[in-house]
C-alpha cells in the first residue's frame, strides 16, 4: 500500500495570497489526483496529476487558479492561487494502486483557511 | 446526473448493532470499481472496502460488508458490531473503467454521518 504525505497539514492565509501544497508518495505511481473538500461537503475532483505533462482539470477548476506540477512519479504540488475566503477547505492529495487491490489512497490533507 | 447517491445524510445506531449505509451508483460501463472510505473528525480518508463490477461475491473485510447488487446498481456498506469508534462520514465512490486507460476518474458521494450510540 502507498503511503503519502502532505504538507503542510494546516495553514491560515491572507486573501490574496497563495499556497502551495506538496504531496509526497513513497512509492512510484501512475495516477495521482488532487481533491477538494469544503467544509460538511464531498470530496471534488480538483485535476489528475500527468507525470511530465500538464494536469487534466475537471469542470469549474483552471490551471491559472489551481496550478499543478508532477515532476516525477512519487512527488506533486497544487497551489492555490490569489486565495479568496471560498478556497477555505480541506485538499487531499490521492493516489490509485493500479495493482491488485485498486485501492485508492489518500493522504492526510491539507486544511486551509483563508482569511 | 449523480453517478453515486447516498440518500442518508445521517445515521444513529446503538454499539454493538449492526447498521447499513446505502449507496446506489449509475453507470453505463461494464466495468468498474466501488469503494467506501471513512472519514472521522481528524480528516483522513480512511480506506474500507472495495467491490469490483465482475466479483461475484460480496466483499468483506472484518466487520465491514458490501451489499452488491448489480441489477439493483447498489452497494451499500454493512458495519457489524458497531463500536463507538466507528462514528465517522463514510462516503461511497465509483471508478469507471479500467485503471490503465480511458477516463479512469474517480466520483464521491455526498457521504453519510455515522453516529453510535453507547
Known amino acids: 500500500s502507498a503511503v503519502i504525505s502532505q504538507k503542510p497539514s494546516r495553514d491560515i492565509c491572507q486573501r490574496g495570497t497563495s499556497l502551495t501544497i506538496q504531496c509526497q508518495v513513497d512509492s512510484q505511481v501512475t495516477m495521482m489526483f488532487w481533491y477538494r473538500q469544503q467544509p460538511g461537503q464531498s470530496l471534488t475532483l480538483i485535476a489528475t496529476a500527468n507525470q511530465g505533462s500538464e494536469a487534466t482539470y475537471e469542470s469549474g477548476f483552471v490551471i491559472d487558479k489551481f496550478p499543478i506540477s508532477r515532476p516525477n512519479l512519487t512527488f506533486s504540488t497544487l497551489t492555490v492561487s490569489n486565495m479568496s475566503p471560498e478556497d477555505s477547505s480541506i485538499y487531499l492529495c490521492?493516489?490509485?494502486?493500479?495493482?491488485?487491490?485498486?485501492?485508492?489512497?489518500f493522504g492526510p490533507g491539507t486544511r486551509l483557511t483563508v482569511l | 446526473a449523480q453517478k453515486i447517491t447516498q440518500t442518508q445524510p445521517g445515521m444513529f445506531v446503538q454499539e454493538k448493532e449492526a447498521v447499513t449505509l446505502d449507496c446506489t451508483y449509475d453507470t453505463s460501463d461494464q466495468s468498474y470499481g466501488l469503494f467506501w472510505y471513512k472519514q472521522p473528525s481528524s480528516g483522513e480518508m480512511i480506506f474500507l472496502i472495495y467491490q469490483g463490477s465482475y466479483d461475484e461475491q460480496n466483499a468483506t473485510e472484518g466487520r465491514y460488508s458490501l451489499n452488491f447488487q448489480k441489477a439493483r446498481k447498489s452497494a451499500n456498506l454493512v458495519i457489524s458490531a458497531s463500536q463507538l469508534g466507528d462514528s465517522a462520514m463514510y462516503f461511497c465512490?465509483?471508478?469507471?473503467?479500467?485503471?490503465?486507460?480511458?477516463?479512469?476518474?474517480?466520483?464521491f458521494g455526498r457521504g453519510t454521518s455515522l453516529i453510535v450510540h453507547p
Open positions: 490521492s493516489v490509485l494502486d493500479g495493482g491488485v487491490s485498486n485501492e485508492q489512497f
Open positions: 465512490a465509483m471508478r469507471e473503467g479500467l485503471p490503465s486507460g480511458g477516463s479512469y476518474i474517480p466520483t
